[in-house]
């Protein structure tokens, strides 16, 4: 099994909302990562999570808080986002190792904040 | 520090032709090299990856493409595309090793054209 699932594929939130976008992987994976992307322009990273410690973020703000409660699982909860937080939101991930591993992306989440 | 820049954000070939896609590299240390095609609305998709073992690198889709040091490139070939390689493909590089902090260029959008 190759796959990483995100749910829900489409949200739409006002900005007072709370809302959590999951991920999950079965590879057997140490690594998991958050990425947004807007229209038109690459993957940007937000978060890596390495044996369920957070070992990256890429100082995105706060309304945003990632949570990783086992090795398969991946979170991201989301508080008074605003409009300009509308985008793709992608779960990927991949071994953890001397070599470099490819990482495996999800179908993603379009979030649309109102 | 890592980059890629990749050359040409729109490219359009004929189906049938020769699809060639630009993609240079900077780095202080070895690279690894990977080309991700993104369908619209989808998550990111492995095409292949260089991680040294050899030069020329054959991926899914009859895609290929060679590292050359000298010229720090690796840029991606496909003898003769077809309509569904219509997408956006996205160069990407990283140093290896612990979890990856993946660097990806803006993207080339190809276009193929019956």
Redesign the interface.
Known sequence: DTE?T?TPKHLVMGMTNKKSLKCEQHMGHR?M?WYKQKA????E?MF?Y?YEKL??NESVPSRFSPECPNSSLLNLHLHALQPEDSA?Y?C?S?Q?????????????T?LTVT | AQSVTQLGSHVSVSEGALVLLRCNYSSSVPP?L?W?VQYP??????LL?Y?SAATLVKGINGFEAEFKKSETSFHLTKPSAHMSDAAEY?CAV?????????T????TKLQVIP
């Open positions: 990483v995100q690594a990562y038109k322009k690459p993957p990273l890596v390495s070992s990256i793709l992608l990927a991949s953890v190792g001397t070599e470099s591993y490819e990482q495996y992306f999800g179908p993603g379009r | 690894y990977f991700y609305n989808q998550g990111l998709q492995l990856k991680t996205f990283t140093k290896g090793g612990g979890y990856q902090k993946v990806f260029g803006t993207g």
